[in-house]
Structure formats: structure tokens, C-alpha cells
């Protein structure tokens, strides 16, 4: 079975500090790896996946097979990046679609 | 495009009664996912159904079901609720297929409160 682990509950930053959520995964095959976010008020969404390569506001994420870990990182953080952030992992073979997501950090950006 | 559409919003049930909750996916997904999110246990996943046959489930009990209409809208079914039951309840849907884009994007949620 596969586990998504983020071990920050909470993460507070001041604006313009380089932030980095954590995320780390247990799965014995290749998975594809997404962030998703939740802003106040608003329905979860997806930020970026790993298969992307791509920067979405800011953030980048590489998924590190050796480390088996997928961390969030933004050089400069914003106040508007306050939100929730959840990491999620779907499994090969038939899994389709079912995510499995880690418990989430809040993220709070200071001014 | 519209986006996933759940009803209600709210509802408030109490102790042993069921429940029914719809989604209704984007127009061409013929994958709806539900998850139910709570604060102890945070989001996971309960079932997925894709073109009207569950493809995909959780370890809940048999209490909670699904179902798949042919125009792909989905209801999900909780009998004889329990207070533990109380959460956020989360559909999500997408295209189904292996494609790249196949992501999934979620509704705003039922949120559900046993008494």
C-alpha cells in the first residue's frame, strides 16, 4: 500500500523567505506525484505534478526516486501563498482514479 | 466549462438515518472520484467510478456507496450514519482515461454533519 507523508502540520514564513513544504512517499513502483492547494474559501486545486515539470506560480517540485520524496519550493514566498497545501501520490497499474494524499501543511506567509 | 457541481451543499442528519450525496462532473469526464475529509484523518479516498461501473475503492465499510448514472453524474449513499460520518465529503472528476491530462478536479463539497 502506499503512504504520502508531510511532516510539517503548520509553516510559517515571512514574505519574501524561501519556503520549502516537505513531502515524502512510500510506494514500491513509479507513482506520479501532484501538489494540490486550498485556498480560503475556495475548492481544492491542482498546483503542479511531477510529470509537468513546470513551475506554477513559483513553485517547482522534483520528484527525487531515491529519496522518495516530492518537495514544494518557492525562492521568494508571497503573502497570497497562504493556503493549504496537500501532497498526493496515484499508484500505477490500475489505480486511475484514486489519489492518495498526505495530511497537509498550512501554510502562513507574514508581511 | 462548468465545473464539478455537488449538492447540497449542507445537510444535517442525525443518528441512523441515510444519505445521498451528487456530483456532477465536468461535461466529457467519465471518472467521478469521492473522498471523504475530515481534520483527524484528512483527505481519502472512498470510491471511483467510471463509465457507470466502480473501478476503484477504499477501505470504508459497506455503509457507504456509489453509484454512476449514464450521463456520468454520480451519487454516493451513506446508510445508517454514524456521528463519526460528520465530514466534508469531496468528489473530483476527470477525463479517465491514461492520458497526461487526466488530472482531477474537485467540487467544492457536502459538508455533512451528523447529530
Known sequence: AQRVTQPEKLLSVFKGAPVELKCNYSYSGSPELFWYVQYSRQRLQLLLRHISRESIKGFTADLNKGETSFHLKKPFAQEEDSAMYYCALKAGGTSYGKLTFGQGTILTVHP | ?115
Not at chain 2, 60 to 89: C, H, I, K
Open chain 2, 1 to 115: 466549462k462548468a465545473g464539478v457541481t455537488q449538492t447540497p451543499r449542507y445537510l444535517i442528519k442525525t443518528r441512523g438515518q441515510q444519505v445521498t450525496l451528487s456530483c456532477s462532473p465536468i461535461s466529457g469526464h467519465r471518472s467521478v472520484s469521492w473522498y471523504q475529509q475530515t481534520p483527524g484523518q484528512g483527505l481519502q479516498f472512498l470510491f471511483e467510478y467510471f463509465s457507470e461501473t466502480q473501478r476503484n475503492k477504499g477501505n470504508f465499510p459497506g455503509r457507504f456507496s456509489g453509484r454512476q448514472f449514464s450521463n456520468s453524474r454520480s451519487e454516493m449513499n451513506v446508510s445508517t450514519l454514524e456521528l463519526g460520518d460528520s465530514a466534508l465529503y469531496l468528489c473530483a472528476s476527470q477525463t479517465g482515461g491514461s492520458e497526461a491530462k487526466n488530472i482531477q478536479y474537485f467540487g467544492a463539497g457536502t459538508r455533512l454533519s451528523v447529530l
